[in-house]
T-cell receptor, first 111, second 113 residues
């Protein structure tokens, strides 16, 4: 089975901190995605990547950046964390045309 | 653009009841359709999928049929268990949207013993 691993289940960070959320997949998938999940808003796509060093903005990229230096790793970066970025962050990977495999999520609280 | 609409929850049922969660979509071309399930405190898991019209996806007693004429992909289960309590997401992916998944808002299901 494909495994998508997110480095932290829970994180608490201070306003203004630079935050790194890491995601690693072990099945050589081309595509990787970062979503945030908020009550009443469902899942919203932040960024995605179709290949190494490639990135595309999703629906809500403001305040975020990403890095994909290796195929298996896709990092989400909050340049200066704010309280409105408190959320559940979900990473996913896929082969082209297939469904996604999700990680377990990182619940980030910004205080 | 692509969109998915699913019934709002929460849906509260007794054990062994019949479950239906409605899902309709708007998409360009012929999308693939998916149902994902999220158990408390976990990420999303693929429950079932269908890639063309009239296909039926099934898994763990759940079923959904790809209905192109009504642009629907309703999820059904004949007899739910307490362990089916979760949030269910309908989703689609289309080539026109670069094969990215578009999700519905999710439906919370609570099954009581």
């Amino acid at each position: 089975d494909v495994k998508v691993t997110q480095s932290s289940r829970y994180l608490v960070k201070r306003t203004g901190e630079k935050v790194f959320l890491e995601c690693v997949q072990d099945m050589d998938h081309e595509n990787m995605f970062w979503y945030r999940q908020d009550p009443g808003l469902g899942l919203r796509l932040i960024y995605f990547s179709y290949d190494v060093k490639m990135k595309e903005k999703g629906d809500i990229p403001e305040g975020y950046s990403v890095s994909r230096e290796k195929k298996e790793r896709f990092s989400l970066i909050l340049e200066s964390a704010s309280t409105n970025q408190t959320s559940m962050y979900l990473c996913a990977s896929s082969l082209v045309g297939n469904g996604y495999t999700f990680g377990s999520g990182t619940r980030l609280t910004v205080v | 653009g692509d969109s998915v609409t699913q019934m709002e929850g929460p849906v509260t049922l007794s054990e062994e009841a019949f479950l239906t969660i409605n899902c309709t979509y708007t998409a360009t071309g012929y999308p693939s359709l998916f149902w994902y399930v999220q158990y408390p405190g976990e990420g999303l898991q693929l429950l079932l999928k269908a890639t063309k019209a009239d296909d039926k996806g099934s898994n763990k007693g759940f079923e959904a049929t790809y209905r192109k004429e009504t642009t629907s992909f309703h999820l059904e289960k004949g007899s739910v268990q307490v362990s089916d309590s979760a949030v269910y997401f309908c989703a689609l992916s289309s080539k026109a949207a670069g094969n990215k998944l578009t999700f519905g808002g999710g439906t919370r299901v609570l099954v009581k013993p």
